[in-house]
């Protein structure tokens, strides 16, 4: 097994500063550090769907998820039926679904909600390169992970979109999504919209969706 390259951290947006001591986690170590030792793709291809549901792996470091709340998974679930519709015969639409950003060291996520190439056969292990959009919903304890970490991993592994999906108060008013484009200069994302009321965009499909159906 060959040497990986030494890859500096790359920023999550470009013009947005990592804020200081959000990449650093209690206890010591970087977000995402690695371990000695740590979970390869074979053996997380030995898993079942019920274990890995609720982890992700980072640089081989098996990760807990956060638990969903009943909100956060209607919100992915009535936007996915809204892309879903928008998407035709070319563009498919997962929710928890894991992808895999790289193989050596293991990082894994499960994003809330990725739109891909529908060729992908059903078996085939979803990669960045077959991923057109990302969305992640933001929870109480995923904020920096949200923000920062995953951005930066997706913007890095080329995935062109992302969306960020902020929930403030539970209520149609405090519902923000945040749209970004990846600038292939930079591999970092930019800033495209902000949305409240309705997310209305071209691509990667043309839809429109009242968030007040998302709550």
């Known amino acids: 097994m060959g040497r ?17 001591g959000c990449a650093d986690r209690p206890g010591g170590g970087r977000a995402g550090a690695g371990l000695s030792g740590g979970r390869t793709a074979a053996d997380y291809a030995e898993w079942d769907e019920e274990r890995c549901r609720g982890i992700e792996i980072v640089d081989g470091a098996v990760r807990d998820r956060p638990a969903r709340s009943r909100t956060h998974q209607r919100i992915i679930r009535r936007l996915s039926l809204g892309l879903e519709s928008a998407c035709g015969n070319d563009l498919a639409v997962e929710f928890d679904v894991d992808l895999r950003l790289r193989d050596v060291p293991l990082l894994n996520r499960r994003p809330d909600l990725v739109v891909y190439d529908a060729d992908l056969p059903a078996d085939a292990v979803l990669r960045p390169d077959h991923c057109r959009l990302v969305v992640e919903v933001m929870s109480p304890g995923s904020i920096t992970v949200d923000q920062i970490d995953k951005p930066a991993e997706y913007a890095a592994a080329g995935i062109p979109q992302f969306w960020r999906i902020e929930n403030t108060t539970d209520e149609v008013g405090g519902l923000t999504v945040f749209c970004y484009r990846l600038d292939a200069t930079t591999h970092s994302y930019v800033p495209t919209g902000a949305h409240q009321g309705t997310l209305r965009v071209a691509t990667p499909v043309e839809v429109s969706v009242e968030l007040t159906t998302l709550l």
């Open 4 to 20: 990986v390259p030494h890859r500096p951290r790359v920023p999550a947006f470009r013009g947005e500063p990592e804020p200081a």
